[in-house]
């Protein structure tokens, strides 16, 4: 399995741009994460899905930040108009439920590193 | 706020020697995971600890919980320079799947 996918690895924008992050979660998983992590805040979790479905989306800063996922093997972040403050490493992870495992364990993907200038 | 800390902030060690973080949270839980996060990476889980267990092995990895304390330790015996990375502890409150973690502990093995 090719583990939780994310594009891109990078992204460099200027302020006031739209970013688009995306996802791609294992096959099979019913549960998708977005985290962003910065040195002063750690890892925070900002949105997440249940088959498809968004059911908390509290940790999402503000109205500049939206998430969808379209169907079980994408989900995209998008932030509008994108600001300095932004600039941080933006994870995706997914979770399911497995015979004598547990729904509890989050794989993550690589994160997609983003500054804005 | 956060409910799993770990503590230290950062550790280092040379290599041979063994590791030692702590996590403390505040509300009771069903679990508690450590992740391990290399430089550049995504985090990757470790292991998992039960409300009901007291203590878990897994290869040079040893993870105790108390309940009564409302915390957890990670043991890293005998570390490797491939050890160095941030460790995460992650809880997980009764009846929820959605986790919260703490800001990690950095750690540096020293060849």
């Known amino acids: 399995d090719a583990g939780v996918i994310q594009s891109p690895r990078h992204e460099v924008t200027e302020m006031g741009q739209e970013v688009t992050l995306r996802c791609k979660p294992i096959s099979g998983h019913d549960y998708l994460f977005w985290y962003r992590q910065t040195m002063m805040r750690g890892l925070e979790l900002l949105i997440y899905?249940?088959?498809?479905?968004?059911?908390?989306d509290s940790g999402m800063p503000e109205d500049r930040f939206s998430a969808k996922m379209p169907n079980a093997s994408f989900s995209t972040l998008k932030i509008q108009p994108s600001e300095p403050r932004d600039s941080a490493v933006y994870f995706c992870?997914?979770?399911?439920?497995?015979?004598?495992?547990?729904?509890?364990?989050?794989?993550f993907g690589p994160g997609t590193r983003l500054l804005v200038l | 706020s956060q409910q799993g800390e770990e503590d230290p902030q950062a550790l280092s060690i040379q290599e041979g020697e063994n590791a030692t973080m702590n996590c403390s949270y505040k509300t009771s839980i069903n679990n508690l995971q450590w992740y391990r996060q290399n430089s550049g990476r995504g985090l990757v889980h470790l292991i998992l600890i039960r409300s009901n267990e007291r203590e878990k092995h897994s290869g040079r990895l040893r993870v105790t919980l108390d309940t009564s304390k409302k915390s957890s330790s990670l043991l890293i015996t005998a570390s490797r320079a491939a050890d160095t990375a941030s460790y995460f502890c992650a809880t997980f409150p009764r009846g929820s799947y959605i986790p919260t973690f703490g800001r990690g502990t950095s750690l540096i093995v020293h060849p």
């Open positions: 899905f249940n088959n498809n479905v968004p059911i908390d």
């Open positions: 992870a997914s979770s399911f439920v497995r015979t004598g495992g547990s729904r509890e364990t989050q794989y």
